[in-house]
């Protein structure tokens, strides 16, 4: 929005420590706009090459400040060719804090200043060179502070360009700058080898900052499995020989199952530690209480170091994610102390043995991995949107090793996460899924040969048939689905506006120790989640006998000339059934309360538990279905040699139905699923199970669980997958309604002192600048922050200016100024606001609003203003013709 095109002032175009601007002429058009790129201004040829913004036309002004060249504005050359001035948004809390080199937002998260929630941040640091230039307000080498991140280059206001807490960014100023700051660098590549160089660096500093998020996010995965496990482990005993191997390594060469644990001999229980025996009632009740202190243990620690440290570490983070993705700042939310206490927590509540998954986490974890190094390359640490390209990859790199599926977390980032997903963003997000998941491979987190979480690998083909049951898993996911959405909203919302929510470390010890309780005495509830998936997903081999579910008795029948063998349950798969149908009953109702409490907590492996445990009671089913009637007309032939039908392929199904119905997601969910199972024939079963799951929870609920607790937290996300289909104008939404008084400002008859009142009376972002109030056209559009920094600046540094100077947005005099000096302000004004008429549809507004990223358009009649419209008002209009509370919108 905002322009800096004073003749003889410094406008840089690149941002970053290697770039500046050489002398730049723009000629004017005849109607005093600009034609080409040039300055900080929404430029025509800009957003032409911009993709968002191909459904409207925009053109901007850049016109000289308080200069009497209106038809050329030139941007002074630095001394040196190292110096650039940075663009982008979002900053600290004030625009005259002065910052180290190496002083970036995430490093102030904790403390005054709030964090790197998707903030733009500017290393300023101490003029070391005289330039000669000429400013509005000031010679800066005279008190003039340095603003953008530069080093030796100054501007004329400092903080201008920023943007604040909980608002919206403009997409399409940050973009144009960007543009016009490659086009420099292109330019400056004939100038010299070192220029040549600098552009070289600049264009692979993207593949880079990806390269260091995939490095760090694996690593960072790698320590949060492998000390998940070995917490989790801790709860039923220790390895002596070395405490620090988790049960899975103490007795692998004992090759082990979860079962059975009495030919480990060098694992020991807590009852063993204390002498007692491994059975018996006595070290049943000891290993029980070891088992809930544990838990309490590792949920007091999470949810205190939450509470104390990083309030944003709690939840899944993607629906923030996904927020921040569509262009909204949360400061602190990607910072460094949401990073540290996000890791260290989500182990200790996963160990806590909490009905909660990691997978969402680690999305979290790693964007605020992607946000820290997007600071060490000035390119996206101070452009907002470009900083939203580093944290798209970032989201698939945070898939891939929660998974160990990277083509999945590409799909996943691009379907579900974000918001601007360019095609050279999802060949990053590919390279970036591929660097984490290689080096979580090297760490092998998993303990096994595989890189993926549940690795199975079936041999038997499906066949038609079976199709029925998958789709019936498929319609059961989504109305599973469905009742979880509605049954976690209704707690939350209850957490969120009742006394429960003061005590938020009470009600996650509470929560705590009703699982822990509950859960032991039930072998399938007391394992990690992760080995119960694994468990159902498996199939059975002949010489299993560990595994309860594979009780089977093996026999030979005839069937004609040829002998089939088939297997018929044991007592084992029975009584494992019913405990599988209580465990899905208690890890459901556990879901519902855990999940929204303030520990780290994801949804992922919870739907996938729940799934596969419908899945496989269902294949059981269907495998005794086909024992008892294998000559009925959809079997012949097809069982010719064994069994066909297989429960763990069932289970598979099922977790992606449930999961499907929970988070809504259809390609991304099919890909994750035979990527983490490794089983690549069963891409239509997964498929089928997949959309019927996605109908049938559109049909009873509109929303995925990340969409409802975007729009229960009120944040402004307007998702661009729904269509607007109502029948009302821009005149209907816009602000104030009519017959009110709408605030604006005049172009060159308001005296500083009747603006900042303006300020103190009202609480709007921005404000409309027209002719007169009699005579209300149309001249531009300037910012609050911008207009308080520009108007403090210039108290501090122009001598003359008072309360009763006239503030000009033009750039003539006035014809009798026998009063004190004016202040010119045209050089913040955006001469070229995105506006719409009275009598458009607002089916355009919301595609506007959609596709450009806009943060407000203004509606005039024949060229006279009539109001503004907001994102926010955008929002609410949508929810109030949705026949919802409107007032469930909290921001801007």
Request: net charge neutral; aromatic share 10%.
């Amino acid at each position: 929005m905002e322009k800096f095109p004073l003749k003889g002032s410094r406008e840089a175009a690149a941002e970053g420590n290697s770039y500046i601007t050489a002398y730049q002429t723009v000629m004017k058009k005849s109607n005093g706009h600009t034609n080409g790129a040039g300055g900080d201004g929404n430029l025509d040829g800009t957003f032409r090459d911009h993709p968002l913004a191909q459904h409207a036309k925009l053109t901007t002004s850049l016109t000289a400040a308080g200069t009497d060249d209106e038809d050329m504005i030139d941007i002074t050359p630095r001394s040196s060719p190292g110096d650039v001035i940075g663009g982008g948004g979002g900053g600290s809390s004030s625009g005259y804090h002065r910052e180290t080199a190496t002083e970036s937002d995430t490093e102030r998260d904790f403390g005054h200043s709030g964090g790197s929630g998707g903030g733009n941040h500017h290393n300023q640091r101490t003029m070391h060179q005289h330039v000669p230039t000429h400013s509005a307000f000031g010679d800066p080498m005279d008190g003039a502070l340095s603003f953008y991140g530069s080093s030796d280059v100054q501007d004329d206001i400092p903080g201008i360009g920023q943007y604040e807490d909980f608002h919206t960014i403009d997409w399409q100023r940050d973009i144009a700058r960007d543009r016009m700051r490659h086009r420099y660098i292109v330019k400056k590549r004939q100038d010299s080898l070192w220029d040549l160089i600098k552009g070289s660096i600049d264009a692979g500093s993207g593949w880079l900052c990806v390269l260091l998020v995939g490095i760090a996010a694996g690593c960072v995965a790698g320590m949060v499995d492998i000390g998940a496990s070995w917490m989790s482990d801790l709860k039923h005993g220790i390895c002596p020989p070395a405490f620090w191997f988790n049960r899975e390594q103490c007795c692998y060469p004992a090759k082990q199952s979860v079962f059975e644990e009495g030919n480990c001999s060098t694992w020991k229980t807590w009852p063993e530690i204390f002498g007692l025996d491994r059975n018996g009632t006595g070290p049943y009740i000891v290993a029980y209480i070891w088992y809930v202190l544990w838990a309490l243990l590792f949920a007091s620690l999470s949810a205190s170091l939450v509470r104390m440290f990083a309030p944003y570490a709690c939840g899944s983070g993607i629906p923030e994610i996904k927020t921040i993705l569509s262009g909204f700042i949360i400061r602190g939310y990607l910072g460094k102390w949401t990073l540290l206490i996000k890791s260290v927590g989500l182990m200790l509540s996963v160990s806590a043995g909490l009905t909660l998954g990691k997978e969402g986490p680690m999305v979290h974890i790693a964007s605020c991995i992607g946000n820290i190094f997007s600071h060490v390359f000035p390119k996206y640490g101070r452009n907002e949107a470009k900083k939203r390209e580093i944290l798209s990859a970032a989201a698939a790199a945070g898939v891939s090793v929660a998974f160990g599926a990277p083509i999945g977390g590409v799909l996943f980032s691009l379907e579900e996460v974000s918001y601007y997903f360019p095609l050279k963003t999802l060949w990053r997000s590919f390279f970036c899924a591929l660097i984490a998941a290689f080096v979580l491979r090297s760490l092998t987190p998993f303990g096994n040969e595989h890189s993926v979480l549940f690795f199975v690998e079936y041999n038997k083909p499906w066949i038609f048939f079976e199709l029925i049951p998958f789709v019936f898993l498929g319609i059961m996911g989504g109305v599973i689905g469905t009742f979880f959405i509605k049954a976690n909203l209704f707690w939350c919302r209850y957490r969120k506006f009742s006394k429960l929510g003061q005590y938020p470390v009470m009600e996650v010890l509470f929560v705590t120790l009703v699982t822990a309780i509950i859960c032991y005495p039930n072998p399938f509830t007391r394992m990690n989640m992760n080995e119960l998936i694994f468990l159902l997903v498996s199939k059975c081999s002949p010489g299993d006998v560990t595994n309860p579910l594979c009780d089977y008795k093996r026999m030979n029948i005839t069937s004609g000339n040829t002998f089939i063998e088939v297997t018929e349950p044991g007592p084992g798969v029975y009584s494992s059934i019913w405990l599988l149908m209580l465990t899905f009953i208690l890890k459901l109702a556990l879901t519902i309360f855990t999940f929204g409490m303030k520990v780290p907590a994801g949804l992922f492996i919870p739907s996938l538990l729940l799934g596969a445990i419908m899945g496989r009671i269902v294949g059981i089913g269907v495998e005794q279905f086909a024992y008892s009637y294998p000559n009925i007309w959809f079997f012949t032939g097809e069982c010719a040699d064994s069994n066909l039908i297989t429960p763990g392929l069932y289970a598979v199904v099922g977790a992606a139905a449930v999961l499907g119905g929970v988070t809504r997601m259809t390609v991304s969910l099919v890909v994750i699923m035979f990527e983490l199972t490794g089983g690549v024939r069963y891409i239509v079963p997964l498929m089928a199970a997949a959309m019927a799951s996605k109908w049938v929870g559109d049909a009873l609920g509109r929303q995925g669980i990340y969409d409802a607790h975007i729009a229960l937290n009120g944040y402004p996300f307007l998702d661009s997958k729904e269509e607007f289909a109502h029948t009302t104008l821009a005149a209907d939404v816009m602000q104030p309604k009519r017959n009110e008084t709408l605030n604006v400002i005049t172009q060159d008859s308001m005296t500083v002192d009747d603006v900042e009142n303006l300020l103190k009376e009202t609480e709007h972002n921005g404000y409309p600048v027209v002719v007169s109030r009699e005579n209300q056209y149309l001249v531009g559009f300037v910012l609050r922050r911008d207009l308080n920094l520009a108007i403090g600046n210039a108290k501090r540094l122009i001598e003359g200016i008072s309360s009763s100077s006239i503030v000009l947005f033009t750039s003539s005099q006035p014809i009798q100024n026998l009063g004190p000096q004016p202040l010119k302000l045209k050089k913040i004004l955006d001469m070229a606001p995105i506006t719409v008429t009275d009598q458009t549809p607002m089916e355009t507004v919301v595609d506007m609003f959609r596709k450009l990223g806009l943060r407000q358009t203004l509606v005039t009649h024949n060229g006279r203003l009539l109001g503004v419209i907001t994102k926010k008002d955008v929002l609410r209009h949508v929810k109030q013709m949705d026949n919802e509370d409107p007032n469930t919108v909290l921001f801007n």
